[in-house]
C-alpha cells in the first residue's frame, strides 16, 4: 500500500489542523493505521492509531483529549483532528500502516507515508 500524507502548515498555538492520509489500493479496510510525528533533533514518537476495523484507536498521553484519530475507509484514508495545537506539537508527521493487530510501536509498521509538517507558533 502506498500512502500520502497531507494537510499540515502554519497554525497558532489553540488552533486546529486536520492532517489527510490517502492510501492506494483495494485493501485499505484491512490495514491498521498510524500517526506518527518528529520533532527537530528527536526521535520518531507515537501520536495515534487506530485498527482495521475502528474498533480499537490508542492516543499518546500527550495528545490525549485533543487529537482525534478516524478512518473513512470508502476514502481510502485515515485523518488525524488536531485541536488546541501547542507548539511543542510541531513536528513532522507521518502516516503508517501494517496488517495483524494494531499498535503503537513505528517499528512494527510495514508501509509509511512521506510526512507532512506542522509548525505551531506561540
Known amino acids: 500500500v502506498q500512502l500520502q500524507a497531507y494537510g499540515g502548515g502554519l497554525v497558532q498555538a489553540g488552533g486546529s489542523l486536520r492532517l489527510s492520509c490517502a492510501a492506494s489500493?483495494?485493501?485499505?479496510?484491512?490495514?491498521?493505521m498510524g500517526w506518527f510525528r518528529q520533532a527537530p533533533g528527536k526521535e520518531r514518537e507515537f501520536v495515534a492509531s487506530?485498527?482495521?476495523?475502528?474498533?480499537?484507536?490508542y492516543y499518546a498521553d500527550s495528545v490525549k483529549g485533543r487529537f482525534t484519530i478516524f478512518r473513512d475507509d470508502a476514502k481510502n484514508t485515515v485523518y488525524l483532528q488536531m485541536n488546541s495545537l501547542r507548539p511543542e506539537d510541531t513536528a513532522v508527521y507521518y502516516c503508517?500502516?501494517?496488517?495483524?493487530?494494531?499498535?503503537?510501536?513505528?517499528?512494527?509498521?510495514?508501509?509509511w507515508g512521506q510526512g507532512t509538517l506542522v509548525t505551531v507558533s506561540s
Open positions: 503508517a500502516a501494517r496488517s495483524l493487530i494494531v499498535t503503537i510501536k513505528s517499528y512494527e509498521y510495514d508501509y
Open positions: 489500493g483495494r485493501t485499505f479496510s484491512s490495514y491498521n
Open positions: 487506530i485498527s482495521w476495523s475502528g474498533g480499537s484507536i
